[in-house]
C-alpha cells in the first residue's frame, strides 16, 4: 500500500477560489488591512461562580450596574435592546444619549462575560429622513471596547411581512421608501475566538442545526405583541438559536434588556440557566411568570442541577 503524502497547506488565494482544505490564511490577517482592530488576548481561562440564588432571576433594576454577577461568570449574552422610538418603555434619548446609555450596557456585558463567551445583538436600524444605522454605530462601540466582532446574521422577516407599500412615492422615482423586511444579529467575543469547554458540559446542537445555523441568513417569523403582552417581543426562535449555537448544556445565558422574558424560555428549552435585567416591573413580573410556566411544562432542572456541576 501507498504511503499517504502528507497534504501540504495553501496560502491564502484569491477571493471567489473554490476549496479550503488546509488553508493557510495568515498571510490574510497579517495584512495592513487588520491594523487597529481589536485582536485576541492570550491568558488562563477564568470563570467564577455566581451565587445560586441569582440564577433563573430576572433583576427590576438597570443593567448598566449588574453588581449582583462577578466578573468573568457568563458564557453567552442575547438581546435586543430598546430602540428609543417612543415605545412606552423608552427614554427620549438623543441618537448620542441612547449610544452611551447602551455602551454603559456593554461595557458591563464585556467585564462578566468568560473569555471567549460571547454577546449577540439583535438590532433594527430606523427612519428614513435620514435613514439611522444603528446597526453600524452598535458595531463601532463594540470594536472600541475591545470586542472581536464574529459576523453578522441576517434575520429575513419577509415571511411575516405585510402587503402594505413603504412609506414615500408610489411607482415613481420621486421618493421611494426601502421596506425593511429584516434586522441584524450582530455576532461578538470577548478576548479570544474560542470557547474553553468544561468536561461536564455538552454541545446539545445537532449536525443539520449545526449546517443552518451557521449560514448567514435565519429565516423564522415574527412574533406577536398581542399575543406577548409587550410591544416588542423578538421570537424565542431566535435566542434558541443563538443558544444552541453558542453555548454548552448547563450554561449561563445573560439578558440585559429581558423584556417579556423570550430569553429565559429559550434557556430553559435548551437547557441553560437564565439571568436578566429589566427596569419596568410588570416586565419583570411577565418574565419570570412566563418563565415559570414554560419551565413546569417543560420540566426543567433544578438549580442544583448546575451548582453540583461547578
Known amino acids: 500500500m501507498r504511503n499517504k503524502e502528507k497534504r501540504k497547506r495553501t496560502k491564502t488565494s484569491t477571493f471567489g477560489s473554490p476549496g479550503r482544505e488546509?488553508?493557510?490564511?495568515?498571510?490574510?490577517?497579517?495584512?495592513?488591512?487588520?491594523?487597529?482592530?481589536?485582536?485576541?488576548?492570550?491568558?488562563?481561562?477564568?470563570?467564577?461562580?455566581?451565587?445560586?440564588?441569582?440564577?433563573d432571576r430576572v433583576f427590576n433594576s438597570s443593567s448598566e450596574k449588574m453588581t449582583e454577577l462577578p466578573d468573568?461568570?457568563?458564557?453567552?449574552?442575547?438581546?435586543?435592546?430598546?430602540?428609543?422610538?417612543?415605545?412606552?418603555?423608552?427614554?427620549?434619548?438623543?441618537?448620542?444619549?441612547?449610544?452611551?446609555?447602551?455602551?454603559?450596557?456593554?461595557?458591563?456585558?464585556?467585564?462578566?462575560?468568560?473569555?471567549?463567551?460571547?454577546?449577540?445583538?439583535?438590532?433594527?436600524?430606523?427612519?428614513?429622513?435620514?435613514?439611522i444605522p444603528l446597526h453600524s454605530l452598535i458595531i463601532k462601540d463594540m470594536l472600541e471596547l475591545g470586542l472581536l466582532m464574529r459576523g453578522e446574521i441576517i434575520w429575513d422577516k419577509s415571511a411575516s411581512a405585510g402587503t402594505s407599500t413603504a412609506w414615500g412615492s408610489w411607482k415613481s422615482p420621486s421618493n421611494p421608501s426601502l421596506r425593511d423586511v429584516h434586522e441584524y444579529i450582530l455576532v461578538f467575543s470577548k478576548n479570544r475566538y474560542k470557547r474553553q469547554k468544561l468536561e461536564e458540559r455538552e454541545s446539545t446542537i445537532n449536525r443539520q442545526e449545526f449546517l443552518d445555523l451557521t449560514k448567514s441568513i435565519w429565516d423564522f417569523p415574527t412574533e406577536s405583541a398581542r399575543k406577548i403582552g409587550h410591544p416588542a417581543p423578538f421570537p424565542v426562535e431566535l435566542p434558541y438559536r443563538l443558544i444552541q449555537l453558542y453555548s454548552y448544556s448547563n450554561e449561563i445565558v445573560l439578558d440585559p434588556f429581558m423584556g417579556s422574558g423570550q430569553t429565559a424560555i429559550a434557556a430553559i428549552k435548551a437547557n441553560r440557566h437564565y439571568i436578566g435585567y429589566e427596569i419596568d416591573e410588570e416586565y419583570v413580573k411577565l418574565a419570570e411568570n412566563r418563565a415559570r410556566e414554560f419551565k413546569q411544562k417543560f420540566n426543567a432542572p433544578k438549580l442544583t442541577d448546575f451548582i453540583d456541576n461547578q
Not at 490564511?25 to 445560586?52: A, Q, R, V
Not at 412606552?88 to 441612547?98: F, V
Request: proline share 7%; with cysteine; aromatic share 14%.
Open 72 to 131: 468573568n461568570s457568563i458564557h453567552l449574552m442575547v438581546t435586543s435592546p430598546p430602540y428609543n422610538v417612543g415605545k412606552e418603555y423608552d427614554s427620549d434619548y438623543t441618537l448620542q444619549e441612547y449610544l452611551e446609555f447602551l455602551k454603559r450596557v456593554w461595557t458591563e456585558v464585556r467585564r462578566v462575560l468568560v473569555p471567549g463567551g460571547r454577546a449577540c445583538i439583535n438590532i433594527a436600524n430606523l427612519g428614513r429622513k435620514p435613514y
Open 22 to 55: 488546509g488553508h493557510d490564511s495568515t498571510p490574510f490577517y497579517d495584512s495592513k488591512l487588520y491594523e487597529g482592530l481589536p485582536t485576541e488576548e492570550k491568558g488562563d481561562y477564568i470563570e467564577n461562580s455566581i451565587p445560586w440564588k441569582f440564577l
